[in-house]
C-alpha cells in the first residue's frame, strides 16, 4: 500500500485520470458508478446488447449496462432503478424485480470504477429498446446453450466481447469445452 498523495491529471465530465506514487488510474467522475444487468427469461435465453464503442473503434457484445446518476437532475439514484431503468431503455424489456448481486471490479489495476450487478426477473417485453437519443443498440436474445457458438461468430464479425460475458461462458470454459 502507498501513502503517497493521490493527484488529478486530467479531469473530463465523466472521467478523472489520477496518478498516486508509479501508479495511473482512472476513475469515474462525480461518484457517477455503473449497474450491470443479468436479464434471463423464463425460456433461458439471455439478453445481450451490441453497441459501438469509442476506445475500441468497433462495436461490442455486452451485457446490458449504464451508469448510475449521470445526469444531474437524478442525483443519487438507486442502483437498482437505474438498473430497470437502463434495462428498459438499451433492451425494450421490463422486470419483474430486480435483485442487487454485488459490488464488482473490471479492471482494479487501472480502473476504480465499480459496478453493481444485478439480475433481473419477470421479463416482458414492453418496448423496441436500441438505447436513448444518440445510441444505436443492437438487442440480442440468445440461449445460454447456444452462447459460445453466438459469441464466437460475434468475435468472427469483428465484435468485441464485453468480460462481463464470463460469468455465463464460465462452464464450458471449465469443462474446456
Known sequence: MTNEPEEIRWAGKFITARTRGKWEYVTRARGIRAAVILAIDDDDHVLLVEQYRVPLQRNCLELPAGLIGDDDSIEGEDPLAAAAREL???????????????????????VSESFTLVRAHGLARTGPGGGTDGEDITVHRVALSHLPQFVQMARARGLGIDV?????LAPQLLRGD
Open 88 to 110: 428498459e431503455e438499451e433492451t425494450g424489456f421490463s422486470a419483474d424485480r430486480i435483485e442487487n448481486l454485488g459490488e464488482f471490479y473490471s479492471s482494479p489495476g487501472m
Open 164 to 168: 462481463r460475458l464470463l460469468m455465463l
